[in-house]
């Protein structure tokens, strides 16, 4: 049975712009609208849960969430990710990961 489509969660449309449906209360419109609260879905539970330890679950922002919003690079994603986790996890270790990760950075910045 199909229930009366009311309102898109992810985009406000209300109606459809494709197959659409719902993920237990939460309306989507179109498959590009699952995809995006599949997405979220995912992103949420794996903030939820760390493979060893939890250096980072207790930040504010997370690293990766911070990269991915400010679309940051390979390089500069793990100058992040280093320098947010040194005091918990690495320690000094991570600072020269992080500085290693920099130098590749300006090294190919430099040559462009
Ligand atoms: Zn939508």
């Not at 498959?31 to 939820?48: T, W, Y």
């Not at 996890?89 to 020269?96: I, M, N, S």
């Amino acid at each position: 049975m199909i229930k009366e489509f009311i309102k898109c969660s992810v985009c406000g449309s209300e109606t459809p712009n494709g197959p659409f449906g719902t993920i237990g209360d939460t309306w989507f419109c179109s498959v590009e609208c699952f995809g995006i609260l599949e997405n979220e879905k995912d992103v949420q539970a794996a903030n939820e849960t760390q493979v060893g330890g939890n250096h980072y679950k207790d930040q504010t922002i997370q690293p990766w969430d911070y990269i991915i919003s400010n679309k940051l690079g390979f390089l500069e994603g793990n100058i992040v990710k280093y320098v947010s986790r040194w005091r918990n996890k690495g320690g000094v270790e991570d600072l020269k990961k992080a500085e290693h990760y920099l130098k590749k950075l300006i090294e190919t910045e430099e040559k462009c």
